[in-house]
């Protein structure tokens, strides 16, 4: 049974950082895509920013330049991390991990940023 636990979420003011986590457990089997997604209230969801295990990686418009992702993947891990943080960076953050030709969600971290 797969398992996914994100980390890292909290209040924060504009402009600070924050740095989420993201770690899969369980039976693990070729693993080869880890993403966050983010969704606010009354918006869908939306890719924040993901790593696929050929090495590419791909940012949304609005976070590139501030967000980086990352992964280890002999953790199974990927992170978040994020700097110069708006207002409207403010959701849910969830990782999703794609394995064995599945999808598999996290329950999210909650980012509040406000002064």
């Known amino acids: 049974q797969v398992r996914l636990v994100e980390s890292g979420g909290g209040l924060c003011q504009p402009g600070e950082s924050l740095r989420l986590s993201c770690a899969a457990s369980g039976t693990i089997v070729r693993l080869n895509y880890m993403g966050w997604y983010r969704q606010a209230p009354g918006k869908e969801r939306e890719l924040v920013a993901a790593c696929y295990f050929d090495g590419r990686m791909i940012y949304a418009d609005s976070v590139r330049g501030r967000f980086t992702v990352s992964r280890a993947d002999a953790k199974n891990t990927v992170s978040l991390q994020m700097s110069s943080l708006k207002p409207e960076d403010t959701a849910v953050y969830y990782c999703?991990?794609?394995?064995?030709?599945?999808?598999?969600w996290g329950q999210g971290t909650q980012v509040t940023v406000s002064s």
């Open positions: 999703k991990v794609n394995m064995d030709g599945k999808e598999y």
